[in-house]
């Protein structure tokens, strides 16, 4: 199965700061029709799961520009400029190139 | 509005069985492939199983194969995980989800309902 490694567990951060989470696979995610299976979800308490990018760069309907998704081939990275109090939440990545789909560790943005 | 409503989590003991439901509305059901995805607590998330449309089609994370059953009725809008032979590692928030794209992401999620395995 394909391995997703979000190296860091936790990230602290200062509210307006940028930063960078990012997700290794184990295999290429590029398939032939030229796009990278691989998507972003925050998950908040309280909340529902939201999915937040989709084919590596795609942001979904209704989410601030402020988060970017990039990378290609195996390296994956989703950055948020000018982070907002709302979103110190915690953020995984999924693959679904290839069953079985798999979901990086996640990583908690946390307030410094 | 989209909306995923799990029910059917509680407590249950190490073997028995157990069967989740999921409501969907806001769309048309039969249009997408939707899924079971789960969390242990304090855990991360894990993949359970995949179905597609008219449910022809059904996909099993290692760990549920061969024990869960994924299934729908496009009828009721409803999507089910019938859990069978079930151990305590299966403790966890049962979330539903709607596929995007034919199965590329998961657009939606409903809130999740919590299974216990536990004598």
């Known amino acids: 199965q394909i391995m997703l490694t979000q190296q860091a567990e936790s990230l602290w951060i200062s509210p307006g700061e940028r930063v960078s989470i990012t997700c290794r696979a184990s295999q290429s995610l590029l398939y032939t029709d030229g796009k990278h299976y691989l998507s972003w979800y925050q998950q908040r308490p309280g909340q529902t799961t939201k999915a937040l990018i989709y084919h590596a760069s795609v942001r979904t309907d209704g989410v601030p520009t402020r988060f970017i998704g990039s990378g290609s081939g195996t390296e994956f990275t989703l950055s948020i400029e000018h982070v907002q109090p709302e979103d110190f939440a915690i953020y995984y990545c999924l693959q679904t190139l290839k069953s079985p789909l798999t979901f990086g560790s996640g990583t908690k943005l946390e307030i410094k | 509005e989209v909306q995923l409503v799990e029910s059917g989590g509680g407590l249950v003991q190490p073997g028995r069985s157990m069967k989740l439901s999921c409501a969907a509305s806001?769309?048309?059901?039969?249009?997408?492939?939707m899924a079971w995805v789960r969390q242990a607590p304090k855990k991360g998330l894990e993949w359970v199983a995949s179905i597609s449309y008219e449910g022809s089609s059904t996909y099993y994370g290692d760990s549920v194969k061969g024990r869960f059953t994924i299934s729908r009725d496009n009828a009721k809008s409803t999507l089910y995980l019938q859990m069978n032979s079930l151990r305590s590692e299966d403790t966890a928030t049962y979330y539903c989800a709607r596929h995007e794209d034919g199965g590329d992401w998961f657009a939606y999620w409903g809130q999740g309902t919590l299974v216990t395995v536990s004598s």
């Open positions: 806001g769309f048309t059901f039969s249009d997408y492939y």
